[in-house]
């Protein structure tokens, strides 16, 4: 990975194999990947730019920062459970800077 985030990133869970019922917002991928990390949801956060990505924070007890990557997607986000916005490319890598990611 690019600038060394790679140290940061752990076990990464997709979709389950032909279960569209198991993608967000159910928490199916975010549970499976706090159990894989062997952590509670209130040592995780979730990055989003989606409804469903902070509705399955809300779900799950998993800080969610909304990614707002469009006009009017700060409502959005923070409507559906968003804990924090961020917005546009500055905004992600002030977040990623305060959360310590770059080596």
């Known amino acids: 990975m690019k600038r060394g985030i790679r140290v ?3 076990p990464i869970v997709g979709r389950a194999r ?3 019922d198991l993608m ?3 928490p199916w991928s975010v549970m499976s990947a706090l159990d ?4 509670p949801a209130s040592a995780a956060v ?4 989606s409804r469903t990505d902070m509705e399955v924070s809300v779900a799950t007890g998993v800080l969610g ?4 990557n469009k ?11 968003a804990a924090v916005i961020v917005a546009g490319p500055d905004g992600m890598a002030l977040l990623v800077d305060a959360m310590g990611l770059i080596h």
Do not use: N, T, Y
């Open 71 to 81: 006009q009017g997607k700060s409502e959005v986000l923070r409507s559906a459970g």
């Open 24 to 26: 967000k917002p159910h």
């Open 46 to 49: 979730l990055v989003g730019d």
């Open 8 to 10: 940061a990133v752990g």
């Open 36 to 39: 894989k990390l062997g952590e």
């Open 18 to 20: 032909a279960r569209p």
């Open 65 to 68: 920062i909304g990614f707002a």
